[in-house]
């Protein structure tokens, strides 16, 4: 194909030049449904996201693959079902989820000639278990198709807590070792059940282990000083990593995975967001957030690639205001309303721990609008093929849809089912209806205590009319015994052998 030759992309005719658009995700962490200005925030001002909402597509029925950090992502990067890798919420100390070999969006994108990073969360194991954090950390994102990586390995709340760039430990010291274990102490560092009065936040006794920046983390930590992240910096490292590739790869297509730790606990923002919304940390670290987003489209928009760039803006899971760490995120949240106008939230079978913030913006090809479609987060990584023109294998992210002219806001009928994971069950969305598997021996219960989440786990089956019932009060079950079978039936259908 010779310059100027053109490809018809369905009704996208598009020269050359401009077949392949620059992609960039903000992958927010525990972002809920109703935490931005454009969903309804109250308490907080969001503009750079609302910006984003009024001139692109802003989703209403679009979901994360699972109620939690772990699966949701392996679902997007897979484009299939967290259930089919056995993924879960992974210790800081993981081997890799994501094997050398698997087809992923990143390697995908290599394909079609993209520079491909990650930078910020991965929570998705590193190395082959027992990593040697003063070597070389592998297998881990260059091995899966990430040219780039810029990491906290795991998530703020576990140790070690450095930064990996790409398979070296930034500014790590050879004479002072990193160890790091999560079955027994290491190292000479206090933890906060020893030594309460170093630590600056309350923790659970979960994390309450190693003290590092004042706050306690899971698991402990030795060595490693001159490498320690500072958790307020974080705002201007991500951010400039995310600029620093934008600008290294002005002149080429590149997709940039910008994996936010925002607004994840330990909810530390930077000082200068201090007091930026009513809701203490938590809701100052949404602005934090907000703060960072802006920051990379203004960016995108002084090198004249926004006009082509497709943006799209996501979190991993739906809310959760006590997640091990007491910041008043309760005590402070006034009429603020995290989940919107949904039942559950983070780990949760209910809507809210799926249903969340989803904006596709592409400026002079998105046209802005509201849509109530159906969309898993998973169907990002077929309709991204369909785009940029990559034929998928027949095993290549089974559970990913083609959907390019929904998110581009072109048609509006999307998916008609849909499993959402929880951390205790799956439910079935089938348009209108939802149905929430039946869990016994439910040994969640007292887990979400803690966190003030309703979990939505029963031992008996559960069927909602969403179109009636939004918020999941009216469990029609027993009188429509036919349906929960033919949903149940259909659920067993997809684990097994896909949409």
Same mark, same amino acid.
């Given at each position: 194909?010779?310059?100027?030759?053109?490809?018809?992309?369905?009704?996208?005719?598009?020269?050359?030049?401009?077949?392949?658009?620059?992609?960039?995700?903000?992958?927010?962490?525990?972002?809920?449904?109703?935490?931005?200005?454009? /969903?309804?925030?109250?308490?907080?001002?969001?503009?750079?996201?609302?910006?984003?909402?009024?001139?692109?597509?802003?989703?209403?029925?679009?979901?994360?693959?699972?109620?939690?950090?772990?699966?949701?992502?392996?679902?997007?990067?897979?484009?299939?079902?967290?259930?089919?890798?056995?993924?879960?919420?992974?210790?800081?100390?993981?081997?890799?989820?994501?094997?050398?070999?698997?087809?992923?969006?990143?390697?995908?994108?290599?394909?079609?000639?993209?520079?491909?990073?990650?930078?910020?969360?991965?929570?998705?194991?590193?190395?082959?278990?027992?990593?040697?954090?003063?070597?070389?950390?592998?297998?881990?994102?260059?091995?899966?198709?990430?040219?780039?990586?810029?990491?906290?390995?795991?998530?703020?709340?576990?140790?070690?807590?450095?930064?990996?760039?790409?398979?070296?430990?930034?500014?790590?010291?050879?004479?002072?070792?990193?160890?790091?274990?999560?079955?027994?102490?290491?190292?000479?560092?206090?933890?906060?059940?020893?030594?309460?009065?170093?630590?600056?936040?309350?923790?659970?006794?979960?994390?309450?282990?190693?003290?590092?920046?004042?706050?306690?983390?899971?698991?402990?930590?030795?060595?490693?000083?001159?490498?320690?992240?500072?958790?307020?910096?974080?705002?201007?490292?991500?951010?400039?990593?995310?600029?620093?590739?934008?600008? %290294?790869?002005?002149?080429?297509?590149?997709?940039?995975?910008?994996?936010?730790?925002?607004?994840?606990?330990?909810?530390?923002?930077?000082?200068?967001?201090?007091?930026?919304?009513?809701?203490?940390?938590?809701?100052? %670290?949404?602005?934090?957030?907000?703060?960072?987003?802006?920051?990379?489209?203004?960016?995108?928009?002084?090198?004249?690639?926004?006009?082509?760039?497709?943006?799209?803006?996501?979190?991993?899971?739906?809310?959760?205001?006590?997640?091990? /760490?007491?910041?008043?995120?309760?005590?402070?949240?006034?009429?603020?309303?995290?989940?919107?106008?949904?039942?559950?939230?983070?780990?949760?079978?209910?809507?809210?721990?799926?249903?969340?913030?989803?904006?596709? /913006?592409?400026?002079?090809?998105?046209?802005?609008?509201?849509?109530?479609?159906?969309?898993?987060?998973?169907?990002?990584?077929?309709?991204?093929?369909?785009?940029?023109?990559?034929?998928?294998?027949?095993?290549?992210?089974?559970?990913?849809?083609?959907?390019?002219?929904?998110?581009?806001?072109?048609?509006?009928?999307?998916?008609?089912?849909?499993?959402?994971?929880?951390?205790?069950?799956?439910?079935?969305?089938?348009?209108?209806?939802?149905?929430?598997?039946?869990?016994?021996?439910?040994?969640?219960?007292?887990?979400?205590?803690?966190?003030?989440?309703?979990?939505?786990?029963?031992?008996?089956?559960?069927?909602?009319?969403?179109?009636?019932?939004?918020?999941?009060?009216?469990?029609?079950?027993?009188?429509?015994?036919?349906?929960?079978?033919?949903?149940?039936?259909?659920?067993?259908?997809?684990?097994?052998?896909?949409?």
């Amino acid at each position: 194909m010779g310059c100027g030759d053109e490809v018809n992309h369905g009704n996208h005719v598009l020269h050359e030049k401009n077949t392949k658009p620059n992609i960039v995700i903000f992958y927010i962490d525990d972002l809920g449904y109703g935490d931005v200005g454009s /969903y309804g925030a109250v308490g907080v001002e969001t503009p750079s996201i609302d910006k984003l909402a009024e001139n692109g597509v802003r989703f209403t029925d679009a979901h994360s693959s699972a109620a939690t950090c772990t699966p949701s992502r392996y679902s997007l990067l897979t484009g299939e079902h967290g259930f089919r890798n056995n993924a879960a919420i992974l210790p800081g100390d993981a081997p890799s989820l994501i094997r050398p070999g698997k087809a992923t969006l990143p390697a995908m994108l290599k394909k079609a000639g993209y520079q491909t990073a990650v930078i910020g969360k991965w929570h998705l194991g590193l190395g082959d278990g027992d990593v040697n954090w003063n070597g070389d950390v592998s297998p881990g994102p260059l091995d899966i198709g990430f040219d780039y990586s810029f990491l906290l390995p795991a998530t703020g709340d576990r140790v070690p807590t450095v930064y990996l760039e790409n398979t070296k430990v930034v500014n790590l010291d050879p004479n002072d070792p990193i160890s790091v274990s999560y079955k027994g102490k290491v190292g000479e560092r206090p933890t906060r059940l020893e030594r309460p009065d170093l630590a600056r936040v309350v923790a659970d006794e979960q994390h309450s282990e190693t003290i590092i920046n004042g706050v306690s983390r899971i698991g402990t930590m030795g060595g490693g000083e001159s490498a320690l992240w500072v958790d307020e910096d974080f705002p201007d490292v991500f951010t400039g990593k995310a600029i620093d590739f934008i600008h %290294a790869n002005k002149n080429k297509p590149f997709f940039l995975f910008h994996s936010y730790h925002d607004i994840h606990v330990p909810r530390l923002p930077h000082p200068r967001f201090k007091g930026k919304s009513s809701m203490g940390p938590r809701g100052d %670290a949404i602005a934090q957030m907000d703060w960072m987003t802006g920051k990379v489209v203004s960016e995108l928009e002084q090198l004249g690639l926004a006009e082509n760039t497709l943006i799209i803006f996501t979190s991993d899971n739906g809310p959760v205001l006590t997640d091990g /760490y007491d910041d008043q995120a309760i005590e402070l949240l006034g009429d603020h309303k995290p989940w919107g106008p949904f039942r559950g939230g983070k780990y949760s079978a209910f809507e809210a721990g799926t249903r969340v913030p989803t904006i596709v /913006y592409w400026p002079g090809k998105v046209k802005p609008k509201v849509s109530d479609a159906l969309l898993s987060q998973m169907d990002i990584y077929a309709s991204v093929a369909k785009l940029v023109g990559v034929k998928l294998e027949d095993n290549e992210a089974v559970d990913s849809v083609e959907y390019l002219s929904v998110l581009l806001g072109e048609e509006e009928i999307a998916r008609e089912a849909l499993i959402e994971e929880s951390v205790a069950t799956n439910s079935l969305r089938v348009n209108q209806w939802k149905y929430i598997a039946p869990v016994k021996n439910n040994n969640v219960a007292a887990f979400l205590a803690h966190k003030n989440i309703e979990g939505g786990f029963a031992e008996k089956p559960q069927l909602f009319d969403l179109s009636k019932d939004i918020t999941e009060q009216n469990n029609l079950a027993s009188a429509n015994p036919k349906l929960v079978q033919q949903m149940q039936l259909r659920l067993t259908e997809i684990i097994n052998s896909g949409y």
